[in-house]
Each structure stands twice: as structure tokens, then as C-alpha cells.
């Protein structure tokens, strides 16, 4: 009798049922991972134009503004509106708000639908100013918060000497 070749149905089907099972186990975590690194992104991004804008406000010798965006190279009128972005600029004639007189240093788009930035009471005025020995304007927290809650935020801090830094996951409260 000549020797088959191949696998039967029965293999394959308990095979695909094997996957199956281990592949509905793992999505879930993925999601979860992908989620906490867009919080991590985001995060990180905020933190990277506060760090340029202090490094940029000592080397000018001058006054450099980080803003909540509104999607493109202007200030956000609303509060609250980080989530649509952010621009590092320098305001030359001081009238927190971006003319052909300012310097524009960098420009972030949107971070997305999902997640939320929100600035304590300290930072709503959607302008944080760093001056020329790196010190800013005011000290306070962003909570970047997605659908998930608390446990899953990270929080920026940024002190008046002007250092920030992010904290670790579940340091912020979501509302």
C-alpha cells in the first residue's frame, strides 16, 4: 500500500481550532499594548517640545511659548484643546499668539480622536512660556488619558525651574 501524503481534514481543522483559541487569547494584550504606546508617544512628544522650547528660550536669550495647536500652525482659542497639537514658537512682540513677526521652531499635529490631553488648572491657559535662564511661567501637570481610565494615563510634569518629565503609567487622573 503506497504511503498518503499530506494532512487529513481532521489535523488541519483541530490545527486552525488551536490557533484560533491561542489568537483570541493574544489580541486583547496587543490591543492594550498599542494603546499604551500612543499614550507613551504622545506623551513623549510633549515632552520633547517642553524640553526644545527651554533649550531653545536659554540659547535665544529670549521668551519661547509652547501652545496648544488647532490642527495647524496657529494657537488654540478654546481651552483644553492640546489634544488638536502644539507649536514651539518664539513670540517676539509677546501677544501669545503667532504673527509674521514670530518664529515658528516646530509644529506637532494631532495626537487622535481617543486620547486626551488635559492641563490642571495652572496650564489651562493654553500657553506655557519659557524664559531665558529655562524657567517657565507657571508649573503644573498634563494627564494623557484614553478610554481605558486611569490606570492606563501617564502625566507630564513640568516644575517652574522649568524641567519636565513624564511619569509612569496610572500617575493621572482622568475625568
Same mark, same amino acid.
Request: charged share 20%; aromatic share 6%; with cysteine.
Given at each position: 500500500?503506497?504511503?498518503?501524503?499530506?494532512?487529513?481534514?481532521?489535523?488541519m481543522?483541530?490545527?486552525?481550532?488551536?490557533?484560533?483559541?491561542?489568537?483570541?487569547?493574544?489580541?486583547?494584550?496587543?490591543?492594550?499594548?498599542?494603546?499604551?504606546?500612543y499614550?507613551?508617544g504622545a506623551?513623549?512628544?510633549?515632552?520633547?517640545?517642553?524640553r526644545?522650547?527651554?533649550?531653545?528660550?536659554?540659547?535665544?536669550?529670549?521668551?519661547v511659548k509652547?501652545c496648544?495647536g488647532?490642527?495647524?500652525?496657529?494657537?488654540?482659542?478654546?481651552?483644553?484643546?492640546? *489634544?488638536n497639537?502644539?507649536?514651539?514658537?518664539?513670540d %517676539?512682540?509677546?501677544? #501669545? +499668539?503667532?504673527?509674521?513677526?514670530d518664529? @515658528?521652531?516646530? *509644529?506637532?499635529?494631532?495626537?487622535?480622536n481617543?486620547? %486626551?490631553?488635559?492641563? #490642571? +488648572?495652572?496650564?489651562?491657559n493654553?500657553? @506655557?512660556?519659557?524664559?531665558?535662564?529655562?524657567?517657565?511661567?507657571?508649573?503644573?501637570?498634563?494627564?494623557?488619558?484614553?478610554?481605558?481610565?486611569?490606570g492606563?494615563?501617564?502625566?507630564?510634569?513640568?516644575?517652574?525651574?522649568?524641567?519636565?518629565?513624564?511619569?509612569?503609567?496610572?500617575?493621572?487622573?482622568?475625568s
Amino acid at each position: 500500500m503506497k504511503a498518503s501524503r499530506g494532512y487529513t481534514l481532521i489535523e488541519m481543522m483541530v490545527t486552525v481550532s488551536i490557533a484560533g483559541v491561542i489568537l483570541s487569547l493574544a489580541i486583547p494584550s496587543y490591543n492594550n499594548l498599542v494603546n499604551d504606546e500612543y499614550i507613551a508617544g504622545a506623551s513623549n512628544q510633549l515632552l520633547g517640545a517642553m524640553r526644545l522650547a527651554r533649550s531653545e528660550a536659554v540659547k535665544r536669550k529670549t521668551q519661547v511659548k509652547v501652545c496648544a495647536g488647532n490642527g495647524g500652525r496657529q494657537c488654540a482659542d478654546v481651552n483644553n484643546s492640546w *489634544v488638536n497639537g502644539w507649536i514651539v514658537y518664539v513670540d %517676539t512682540n509677546n501677544n #501669545d +499668539a503667532i504673527d509674521d513677526v514670530d518664529t @515658528v521652531i516646530k *509644529v506637532m499635529r494631532p495626537a487622535g480622536n481617543s486620547l %486626551t490631553i488635559t492641563p #490642571d +488648572a495652572n496650564l489651562y491657559n493654553l500657553n @506655557v512660556t519659557f524664559f531665558s535662564k529655562g524657567q517657565v511661567s507657571a508649573s503644573g501637570n498634563f494627564a494623557f488619558c484614553d478610554d481605558r481610565g486611569s490606570g492606563f494615563s501617564r502625566n507630564l510634569r513640568l516644575s517652574l525651574s522649568g524641567r519636565a518629565k513624564v511619569g509612569v503609567e496610572g500617575g493621572a487622573t482622568c475625568s
